[in-house]
């Protein structure tokens, strides 16, 4: 049974740093693209950052570039999000989302989604 399980959310002033985790299990990481969303009320999924299944190639979006770095841990068969430098808007639960193919920009291309964890950027 594939699951994903964010963890590593929760409240953090403005200018400082959380990282997410993603854990995966009933499959390999290795095989899969692996994405970070997150999503406000009333909003649609954005998508932040995606790494390839093969680990060799990851992208970002422009709202989170510089500040946001994904990663991943093959033996731990675990995806990270760094986020350092946050702001207030980026306040928002935060979601991992697997695919068997490349990496996609739509949330609606990925079937496997976490529960979410939630960030709160405030001072």
């Known amino acids: 049974q594939v699951q994903l399980v964010e963890s590593g959310g929760g409240l953090v002033q403005p200018g400082g740093s959380l990282r997410l985790s993603c854990a995966a299990s009933g499959f390999n990481i290795r095989g899969r693209a692996v994405a970070w969303f997150r999503q406000t009320p009333g909003q649609e999924r954005e998508g932040l950052s995606c790494?390839?299944?093969?680990?060799?190639?990851?992208n970002y979006a422009v709202s989170v570039e510089g500040r946001f770095t994904i990663s991943r841990d093959v033996t731990k068969n675990t995806v990270y999000l760094q986020m350092n430098n946050l702001k207030p808007e980026d306040t928002a639960v935060y979601f991992c989302a697997a695919r068997t193919t490349w990496c996609a920009s739509g949330a609606r291309d990925y079937i496997d989604w976490g529960q979410g964890t939630q960030v709160t950027v405030s001072s």
């Open positions: 790494i390839q299944m093969h680990g060799d190639s990851v």
